[in-house]
């Protein structure tokens, strides 16, 4: 993959975060990231919690090759701590 982008965004409608994989409401601050395979783009969002625990052991976003969902199940209560600190919690959407 190479990466064309990464832009800190509000969102305007709900996203799943590629690291935690869940679901975030409209107007949450995430970083979106643009990539390519070389034949098509994809946009993956990043809540700000998955950002900071995931700096520990990712150099970069090309780097991750993990599946939506293993940066907050790699250590769950430091992920809610993290997110709380960020003011996260509330923004969760159902779903």
């Not at 990231?33 to 950002?51: F, Q, Y």
Request: glycine share 10%.
């Amino acid at each position: 993959m190479i990466i064309l982008s990464v832009k800190d965004v509000r969102t305007r409608k709900a996203h799943r975060c590629y690291g935690c994989g869940l679901r975030w409401a409209p107007g949450t601050p995430m970083t979106a990231v643009v990539c390519s395979d070389g034949r098509r783009l994809n946009t993956c969002h990043w809540c700000a919690a998955c950002v900071d625990v995931g700096q520990d052991w990712l150099n970069s976003f090309d780097e991750y090759e993990g599946l939506p969902g293993d940066i907050r199940n790699a250590d769950v209560p430091r992920w809610l701590a993290v997110a709380r600190r960020h003011g996260l919690i509330p923004a969760l959407c159902a779903g």
